[in-house]
């Protein structure tokens, strides 16, 4: 075997020595007899390099093969046949949860953000936009007796200002049909409810002196 | 198909999705968890086709038995009591059904065994010619692949029960306990054929060596 008698000894105990499968006592002994062998030191090395060339040499031959269907195929053997509707839907269900609970509850938090702000926007767009999407209510009016063109200032309870531009011939007789007033501004509400300036025909009504409504 | 009583699924009982350790995962397919299985496949595969490649030096057949392999153990999933690990009964499973087609094979030789109370003789190779020749250096890496190749010529040589021991130890770096208790054998027995095993393989790596070295022209270094 070897030219030292002891390493007859001590060979054997050199693959669990690398393994590290030796206990303390036994492995303090190969140490010691390594430090004054070289034969064994060069052997210990030597199953070193081979153990590493054997790993290297599986993973190489492993590294080959494409193992992306390996898993389908194994299933496709081992699946029973298939559950009812309802059943596999519960287990798909309950997989989902299990697997991806944590993708499951951020796309339900997600939808129910979206849900909450989305809904409430949309519906908001629904609703009239300006001056029609509020409703104003007239306080005052406020004439101006000696312009030609006759400006009517009104006044919205929420501060708002209403201004009628009314002809002043209008006023004086004229056919509010010959000149149609200029409305600068004007308010849904009072073009359905209010009176126009534009058709006020009778010469007889006076303008509004002002004041409060 | 195999007919397998775990088909009933248990969604009130299924344990914490992050507790995925095997025997977790066992209890999962066990329940119905048909993902949990493939979970199992997709950690093993790489490990139990290589201990079959190792062992039948056929990449088809390693292919096809590492398949069966893991059909058998869903099959008999029930029977794995969980006293040891389920990788040691997986490559158990494993490197019997290598044995069975290696002897479907024949080739004689394969039959052959050491003498496990007999010392090896080491001196028919050449001492410290691997580790010197390739040292602790990884960058050493076109000998390292050459000799890498070459050891797999050299696993066949050894006999298959060495083979299966040496495989499972390097690749998932078992411990001898473990390899024990997969293989069914005593401790010392698995000291002994993993010494044989190693001492054949350096034996056949060190002849190649000087092979290489008396072609090449380069003395010892």
Redesign the interface.
């Known amino acids: 075997m070897a030219g030292n008698p002891a390493c007859e000894r001590f060979v054997p105990m050199l693959s669990p020595y690398v393994d590290g499968e030796l206990t303390p006592a036994e492995r303090v002994n190969v140490e010691r007899h390594l430090s004054a062998c070289r034969d064994c030191t060069g052997r210990a090395a030597d199953l070193r390099a081979e153990s590493g060339l054997l790993r290297v040499g599986l993973d190489m031959a492993v590294d080959d093969v494409d193992f992306k269907d390996f898993a389908q195929k194994v299933m496709a053997r081992v699946t029973p046949e298939k559950p009812p509707l309802l059943e596999r839907l519960k287990l798909s269900l309950s997989e989902m949860f299990l697997y991806q609970r944590t993708a499951m509850v951020s796309s339900l938090a997600t939808a129910a953000v979206l849900a909450l702000v989305g809904v409430p926007l949309l519906m908001s767009e629904r609703a009239p936009v300006g001056y029609a999407g509020e409703r104003m209510t007239v306080k005052a009016i406020q004439p101006y007796q000696d312009a030609r063109v006759a400006p009517v200032v009104m006044e919205t309870d929420n501060g708002g200002t209403i201004i009628w531009l009314v002809d002043d011939e209008v006023q004086n007789g004229a056919s509010p049909s010959d000149e149609d007033d200029e409305l600068q501004e004007d308010v849904g509400g009072l073009r359905n409810g209010g009176r126009q300036p534009g058709r006020k025909p009778k010469t007889d009504v006076e303008r509004p002196s002002g004041g409060p409504l | 198909?195999?007919?397998?009583p775990r088909?009933?699924?248990a969604?009130g009982t299924?344990p914490h999705?992050l507790a995925t350790d095997d025997l977790t995962l066992v209890k999962r397919v066990r329940s119905?968890?048909?993902?949990a299985?493939?979970l199992l496949?997709?950690r093993y595969?790489?490990k139990v086709?290589?201990v079959a490649?190792?062992m039948l030096k056929d990449?088809e057949e390693a292919?096809d038995v590492?398949?069966e392999a893991?059909?058998k153990v869903?099959?008999y999933l029930d029977h794995f009591k969980g006293d040891s690990s389920f990788y040691t009964w997986l490559y158990r499973i494993t490197v019997n059904i290598c044995i069975d087609v290696l002897r479907k094979r024949g080739g004689g030789g394969e039959a052959v065994e050491f003498d496990e109370t007999q010392?090896?003789?080491?001196?028919e190779?050449r001492?410290?010619?691997?580790?010197?020749?390739?040292?602790?250096n990884p960058q050493k890496s076109a000998l390292?692949?050459e000799?890498?190749?070459k050891?797999?010529e050299a696993?066949g040589t050894v006999p298959e029960k060495h083979r299966a021991i040496?495989?499972l130890?390097?690749?998932e770096g078992m411990?001898?306990e473990d390899l024990a208790r997969t293989l069914d054998i005593p401790k010392g027995t698995v000291?002994?054929r993993?010494?044989h095993a190693?001492a054949k393989?350096?034996k056949i790596?060190?002849e190649y060596l000087e092979l290489d070295e008396a072609k090449s022209g380069v003395g010892n270094e």
């Open positions: 198909m195999v007919e397998s088909c009933r699924p969604c299924l999705p119905g968890d048909q993902r299985f493939k496949v997709e595969q790489r086709y290589a490649l190792g990449k292919m590492s398949q893991f059909v869903y099959k010392a090896m003789d080491l001196s190779a001492i410290g010619a691997l580790g010197s020749r390739l040292g602790t390292r692949r000799l890498a190749e050891i797999q696993l040496l495989l130890r390097e690749i411990s001898y000291m002994s993993l010494f190693r393989v350096q790596l060190s």
